[in-house]
């Protein structure tokens, strides 16, 4: 019996409203019964099994406190792959093994930003990712701040021969990353000499924040620096008041020839369709400051340790489910194209692919990227997360590393995490591993476990979208 008629018979004086509302949970209910039927005992045994210890932390917090960061060509990021694929075969993993990726290598080198006038006093800075470096003695030149683009070219007369300071609050990740990637770009169009951004956070203690940004073959290419919240708005204030603004920059940074690296598999192997694979992970490189704790040594634990769970419960799903932690996906993305291209011959055997990159904070549902019919699946899944209280599920995404597998047509999830601190400390040297709270990551580690184990057993395939589908979203910038 539908649950719509079984609410019009029990319901039968009640008001129009309550009994609308009484009709759509019953329905609800109906619609997602199957899978939390048949899965609902599992999925009890993974939560129970994350939340039982704090393994998931302690050993990210072992990865960062032996190997700190992670950037792309660093000995660093390579002895740390090669810890982890010695832990994998410790763990019984199966197929653990490294697939090549030749990923950039840009060094940082000594760096310095310095107020020359009104006063002398170093500024919190860090150099983005990707520039160039400038001459031994620096860059000394007048300051213009401006608060935007448009802002830029109103003043385009005045910028030739200074240091371009874009003060602009943030606001969405999305919408300030921006004058990050492309800052130097239109800086340099008009005629600066170097770039300056207000760090990319939204809250700072004097903590600069790096990151990615590009060139244009057309444009000349400037150094291009990030400056603390607080001291942009210094500098902000005394242009303000009508005083000259010098500053001197100095940067080492480097761009050297192309180094080897790899993406880091581990598998449990299906036990009636083996090809037909589940794959989840996160990036295992990070920017040169800090941990790379939040972003994302701990997503990246969290999958695996996720993994880890389901083999020790001798939970063996019917697909494959694939561990793959990917390489350079903060200055590059090589690992996850690497990745697509060496598996082209199987992408229509993915039936999901998951990724943890927004902070394994507290979680309170999934992201799904695909269609309608996608989003109704993870919808139902999430309602076996009741426990935790999980139970969200919305259309979002798809996250960078498997936006790639999303373009041709894979579903693609992600963790719903309380978000509110992770730009406090994203690609600064305050990500480290006392940002990560214990229970809250195994409590990610269980949500990750649940959807990759349902996924990889149920007996129809997670839905796919239809070619043309219109409500599946495309890959968001990086």
Not at 29 to 56: G, H, K, Q, V
Not at 82 to 99: A, C, F, P
Not at 122 to 130: E, I, T, V
């Given at each position: 019996?539908?649950?719509?008629?079984?609410?019009?018979?029990?319901?039968?004086?009640?008001?129009?409203?309550?009994?609308?509302?009484?009709?759509?949970?019953?329905?609800?209910?109906?619609?997602?019964?199957?899978?939390?039927?048949?899965?609902?005992?599992?999925?009890?045994?993974?939560?129970?099994?994350?939340?039982?210890?704090?393994?998931?932390?302690?050993?990210?917090?072992?990865?960062?406190?032996?190997?700190?960061?992670?950037?792309?060509?660093?000995?660093?990021?390579?002895?740390?792959?090669?810890?982890i694929?010695?832990?994998?075969?410790?763990?019984?993993?199966?197929?653990?093994?490294?697939?090549?990726?030749?990923?950039?290598?840009?060094?940082?080198?000594?760096?310095?930003?310095?107020?020359?006038?009104?006063?002398?006093?170093?500024?919190?800075?860090?150099?983005?990712?990707?520039?160039?470096?400038?001459?031994?003695?620096?860059?000394?030149?007048?300051?213009?701040?401006?608060n935007?683009?448009?802002?830029?070219?109103?003043?385009?007369?005045?910028?030739?021969?200074?240091?371009?300071?874009?003060?602009?609050?943030?606001?969405?990740?999305?919408?300030?990353?921006?004058?990050?990637?492309?800052?130097?770009?239109?800086?340099?169009?008009?005629?600066?000499?170097?770039?300056?951004?207000?760090?990319?956070?939204?809250?700072?203690?004097?903590?600069?924040?790096?990151?990615?940004?590009?060139?244009?073959?057309?444009?000349?290419r400037?150094?291009?620096?990030?400056?603390?919240?607080?001291?942009?708005?210094?500098?902000?204030?005394?242009?303000?008041?009508?005083?000259?603004?010098?500053?001197?920059?100095?940067?080492?940074?480097?761009?050297?020839?192309?180094?080897?690296?790899?993406?880091?598999?581990?598998?449990?192997?299906?036990?009636?369709?083996?090809?037909?694979?589940?794959?989840?992970?996160?990036?295992?490189?990070?920017?040169?400051?800090?941990?790379?704790?939040?972003?994302?040594?701990?997503?990246?634990?969290?999958?695996?340790?996720?993994?880890?769970?389901?083999?020790?419960?001798?939970?063996?799903?019917?697909r494959?489910?694939?561990?793959?932690?990917w390489?350079?996906?903060?200055?590059?993305?090589?690992?996850?194209?690497?990745?697509?291209?060496?598996?082209?011959?199987?992408?229509?055997?993915?039936?999901?692919a998951?990724?943890?990159?927004?902070?394994?904070?507290?979680?309170?549902?999934?992201?799904?990227?695909?269609?309608?019919?996608?989003?109704?699946?993870?919808?139902?899944?999430?309602?076996?997360?009741?426990?935790?209280?999980?139970?969200?599920?919305?259309?979002?995404?798809?996250?960078?590393?498997?936006?790639?597998?999303?373009?041709?047509?894979?579903?693609?999830?992600?963790?719903i995490?309380?978000?509110?601190?992770?730009?406090?400390?994203h690609?600064?040297?305050?990500?480290?591993?006392?940002?990560?709270?214990?229970?809250?990551?195994?409590?990610?580690v269980?949500?990750?476990?649940?959807?990759?184990?349902?996924?990889?057993?149920?007996?129809?395939?997670?839905?796919?979208?239809?070619?043309?589908?219109?409500?599946v979203?495309?890959?968001?910038?990086?």
């Amino acid at each position: 019996m539908s649950g719509y008629r079984v609410c019009r018979s029990a319901l039968a004086g009640l008001s129009i409203a309550t009994v609308l509302a009484s009709c759509a949970t019953a329905q609800r209910a109906e619609t997602s019964a199957p899978l939390a039927a048949a899965y609902r005992s599992a999925a009890n045994r993974i939560i129970a099994a994350a939340l039982a210890d704090s393994a998931a932390w302690n050993r990210t917090a072992a990865l960062t406190d032996k190997f700190g960061h992670r950037l792309s060509g660093s000995r660093s990021l390579e002895d740390a792959l090669d810890w982890i694929m010695e832990e994998m075969k410790r763990d019984g993993l199966e197929n653990v093994h490294g697939e090549p990726v030749t990923v950039p290598h840009w060094v940082r080198g000594e760096e310095s930003a310095t107020l020359v006038r009104p006063r002398s006093v170093r500024l919190n800075m860090l150099g983005l990712g990707g520039s160039i470096g400038t001459p031994p003695e620096g860059i000394t030149a007048p300051v213009l701040v401006v608060n935007s683009f448009e802002d830029l070219t109103a003043r385009r007369a005045e910028v030739p021969g200074r240091i371009v300071l874009f003060d602009v609050p943030f606001t969405t990740y999305g919408a300030t990353v921006r004058y990050r990637s492309i800052g130097a770009i239109e800086a340099a169009r008009h005629g600066a000499v170097a770039s300056l951004i207000r760090s990319v956070g939204s809250y700072s203690i004097q903590n600069p924040h790096t990151g990615g940004m590009r060139y244009d073959t057309a444009v000349r290419r400037i150094p291009g620096a990030a400056l603390s919240t607080e001291d942009a708005m210094m500098l902000h204030r005394m242009q303000r008041r009508g005083e000259q603004v010098v500053v001197n920059l100095r940067m080492g940074a480097r761009q050297l020839p192309d180094a080897q690296s790899r993406n880091v598999i581990a598998e449990l192997r299906g036990s009636e369709k083996p090809d037909e694979v589940v794959v989840m992970g996160g990036h295992i490189d990070s920017w040169d400051v800090g941990q790379g704790a939040m972003d994302d040594a701990g997503g990246s634990v969290a999958t695996w340790e996720a993994l880890r769970l389901i083999q020790k419960l001798g939970l063996r799903p019917r697909r494959t489910i694939r561990v793959v932690l990917w390489t350079n996906e903060e200055n590059g993305l090589r690992g996850a194209t690497a990745y697509r291209d060496a598996h082209l011959g199987e992408i229509d055997k993915h039936v999901l692919a998951i990724e943890s990159d927004n902070g394994v904070f507290k979680p309170s549902g999934y992201y799904i990227a695909g269609s309608d019919a996608a989003v109704e699946t993870g919808r139902q899944i999430a309602s076996l997360l009741s426990s935790i209280g999980a139970t969200d599920a919305r259309r979002g995404g798809p996250q960078a590393d498997v936006s790639v597998l999303a373009e041709r047509g894979v579903p693609a999830g992600a963790l719903i995490v309380d978000g509110s601190r992770y730009f406090w400390f994203h690609h600064s040297a305050g990500d480290t591993m006392d940002k990560l709270d214990p229970r809250h990551m195994a409590e990610c580690v269980a949500a990750l476990a649940v959807l990759a184990y349902v996924a990889a057993d149920m007996p129809e395939k997670f839905p796919r979208a239809l070619p043309g589908d219109s409500s599946v979203p495309r890959r968001t910038p990086r």
